[in-house]
């Protein structure tokens, strides 16, 4: 039986839900720059994926190990503690393979999915190259593979302009449990949902950077076209940190997308 984990979570804004899920070795913080453009037309909730933040590894505090089927028992959850029976989703790297695995899981409970930088269909080569990095952690420390990240994350501007931003986010890895952190890694690289994103009909903003190597726009637009209710956005130059270096651009992509969709809230809010 998969356990949930009650995570820790924020409440902000009015309007219908809107949930954000972070990504790896962050927190619900990483939406600080979408928020606001966000609240001021939705209930945004954000929260920190078990073992992130300041939620527990696990509801006795030790370490357990999980997969995607337990991050998506975790929101399902999360949204039953403050009674939202529909709302409309979207995350990033991980939280962009959580989201849809939801909706999937739970049909008429999502008005829409944001799916922000993620990846699937990925080829054999692409597959390496990500488990090269989770060998390169395994074998060097996670430390010590931070330059790799860095250079995988941040546009090199952003790097010379905002050390601090950078640096930060870096702290952040660095603070995660290591066995959380690798193991939500090993989920980001083990993860292919090529075999059922077409089962999930939930209309979708499919968004990624221009330079991001990993979640290359090649891979969102197979994403996009196996989706049988999507739209493709790439960010021209961003690498995989969009939401700390174009949260704006970000948020108003995922805003007037669902603004587009002209659904009616007035049955899904009080």
Known sequence: MVEAVACKFTVQGNGPALVLIHGIGASRQTWSALLPVLTPHFTVVTYDLRGHGTSPRSNSGEFKSFGLDELVADLAALLDQLEIEQTHVAGHSLGGMIGPAYARAYPTRVLSLGLLSTAAFRTEDDSDKVWGVVKAMENRGIENVLPTLTDRWFTDSF???QPEIVEQRLRQVIATDPDVFMTVFRIYAGTEMKSWLSEVKTPALVLTG???GGCNPRLNQQISDALPKARLVILPRYKHS?????????AKELLAFIHELGINHENYTD
């Open 210 to 212: 221009e330079n991001d």
């Open 159 to 161: 790097i010379e302009n």
């Open 242 to 250: 969009l939401l700390l270096e174009a949260g704006e651009a970000v």
